[in-house]
């Protein structure tokens, strides 16, 4: 707890120093633009007020299947600085983004190389750190086939921070010093609280659990947890008879009680497979949608999975 205490001194100093780092003649605020909500929140643990911040894709709204609109355009247009995680993740953007001008304005944060990539269909594999052309060709053929989820781990949000610290020092010199104190402080608060998760999750990381969607897999891997199975009863499919017969026989078999949802997966479906079973779902939501959106969300999102993760893998032992 001292420790959490510590980061919020920690921010006021650098909120004072901050103070006087804006009061020096400015032209204007840069505004920075981030596709999706984990992104806007690590840009606001940077920069906080420093910068005029938006996030293109609105909560609850999927990055894979957005239906842009004329005001996200605008939005794009008038940004200094776009982020995005890549141009497989956020696919229906691109269009958008192939009529920006100045294409350098567009930081992909999966492209830093020390990114830890895992497969979409699980196992593992790391982005090689030797940043030649090679390398970079062999990643954009290949990244189709990778879970670009990666904001789900620690350490590749941290490794995203660094990222966004620098194009930010990088587009403003003069704010360098701010943007690093705060990635500091931010980076021993995720380190802190990514250590503490890792001591609470000890008696539950050899349970077996089930997922519809395994789209927090880097967060399962980070801290230690079994990989699940991966149900086939998918939202938007009729899933049949024998799918569902199949899944239940399943969870008995394998003697599981946690299954984790997500928000596209509806209550109903998740109870037309769980019914009458010794089961308890939770939904994870790795957007952070219904979290309130400053510099400490991504915090608050590690401390509500925690819980849930905790609460579900701990039901029935």
Request: hydrophobic residues 40%; glycine residues 4%; proline residues 4%.
């Amino acid at each position: 707890m001292h420790r959490i205490v510590l980061y919020f001194l920690m921010l006021g100093i650098i909120s004072v120093f901050s103070s006087v780092v804006s009061a020096e003649p400015y032209k204007r605020k840069i505004k920075v633009l981030s596709s999706i909500k984990p992104i806007q929140s690590i840009v606001l643990a940077i920069a906080g007020e420093h910068v005029i911040s938006q996030q293109l894709i609105p909560d609850y709204a999927s990055p894979h299947t957005y239906a842009f609109k004329p005001s996200d355009m605008r939005k794009i247009k008038k940004a200094d600085i776009i982020f995005r995680i890549d141009d497989h993740f956020e696919a229906m953007l691109n269009p958008l983004f192939a009529n920006v001008a100045d294409q350098s304005k567009i930081i992909s944060l999966a492209d830093k190389p020390e990114i830890h990539f895992l497969p979409a269909t699980g196992g593992h594999s790391h982005a090689d750190k030797n940043d030649n052309a090679a390398k970079k060709e062999h990643d954009s053929e290949h990244k189709e086939n990778m879970d670009m989820h990666i904001f789900t781990s620690p350490k590749n949000v941290l490794l995203m921070a660094r990222t966004i610290a620098d194009s930010l020092s990088q587009r403003e010199p003069n704010k360098k010093g701010l943007y690093e104190k705060n990635l500091k402080a931010f980076s021993q608060a995720v380190n802190q609280k990514a250590e503490d998760i890792k001591q609470d999750f000890n008696d539950i990381n050899t349970t077996p659990y089930f997922v519809f969607h395994n789209s927090w897999q880097y967060f399962g891997e980070y801290f230690g947890l079994q990989k699940p199975e991966v149900l086939n009863v998918h939202e938007g499919i009729t899933a049949g008879v024998k799918t569902i017969l199949e899944s239940r026989r399943e969870i008995i078999a394998d003697n599981v009680h946690c299954i984790f949802s997500d928000p596209s997966i509806s209550d109903a479906r998740a109870k037309t497979l769980t019914e009458n079973l010794d089961v308890k779902t939770k939904k994870i939501d790795i957007l952070q949608s219904g979290l309130a959106l400053d510099g400490f969300t991504y915090l608050n999102w590690l401390d509500a999975m925690r819980v849930d993760v905790k609460a579900c893998l701990s039901y029935g032992m």
